[in-house]
């Protein structure tokens, strides 16, 4: 069974530090892995998308790697700012499925 | 371009109504796909539909359907409605190649009373 598992469930950081947000899977076979941002009552918002030959790829201050090897995937958030406050959803998708799979989300508080 | 835009952003609804939803995906996306996401579940997916044709279906009651028009636009319907119904609902749009560029709608926040 196709799994997203996320970790941790929650983080509260202040502002200006540093976080790792953790994603593991059991998609099987890989296509893509996608880091979304959700804020509170909107619609996820993709950050970066990554395949299977890709290790790291990065947005602004948001930068994802990837081992497939491991099945694991981190999104690093540098720098976090207040806005940064919200879900971090890790969405997984197989070949020949069109239908992904998510993860539950971490949620990220950062504080002044 | 614009994004994808669903309506109404917000519905208040009694238990044994129905509900319809909509989506206008991005100009030139064919495929739509719907979610409902709440605390407890996370987001799960409902259905998705390429060129008005519903090609994957989620594990959802058959309360829920949905419809795609030939613009792309597309609907969703929720009958007999019940409190665990209560949801935000999103929808997403792709040009349906392949598993890419999801992009998703605000979503509308559906409320059974």
């Known amino acids: 069974k196709n799994q997203v598992e996320q970790s941790p469930q929650s983080l509260i950081i202040l502002e200006g530090k540093n976080c790792t947000l953790q994603?593991?899977?059991?998609?099987?076979?890989?296509?893509?892995l996608r880091w979304y941002k959700q804020d509170t009552g909107r619609g996820p918002v993709s950050l970066t998308i990554?395949?299977?030959?890709?290790n790291t790829k990065s947005n602004g201050r948001y930068t994802a790697t990837l081992d497939a090897d491991t099945k694991q995937s981190s999104l690093h958030i540098t720098a976090s700012q207040l806005s940064d406050s919200a879900s971090y959803i890790c969405?997984?998708?197989?070949?020949?499925?069109?239908?992904?799979?998510f993860g539950r989300g971490t949620s990220l508080i950062v504080h002044p | 371009k614009a994004g994808v835009t669903q309506t109404p952003r917000y519905l208040i609804k009694t238990r044994g109504q129905q509900v319809t939803l909509s989506c206008s995906p991005i100009?030139?996306?064919?495929?739509v796909s719907w979610y409902q996401q709440t605390p407890g579940q996370g987001l799960q997916f409902l259905f998705e539909?390429?060129?008005?044709?519903?090609?994957n279906k989620g594990n959802f009651p058959g309360r829920f359907s949905g419809r795609q028009f030939s613009n792309s636009r597309s609907e969703m319907n929720v009958s007999t409605l019940e409190l665990g119904d209560s949801a935000l609902y999103l929808c997403?749009?792709?040009?349906?190649?392949?598993?890419?560029?999801?992009?998703f709608g605000s979503g509308t926040r559906l409320t059974v009373v």
């Open positions: 100009s030139g996306h064919r495929s």
């Open positions: 539909y390429f060129s008005e044709t519903q090609r």
């Open positions: 969405v997984v998708s197989a070949w020949g499925s069109y239908i992904p799979t």
């Open positions: 994603c593991n899977y059991t998609v099987s076979p890989f296509s893509n």
């Open positions: 990554m395949t299977f030959s890709e």
């Open positions: 997403a749009s792709s040009q349906g190649t392949g598993n890419y560029g999801y992009t």
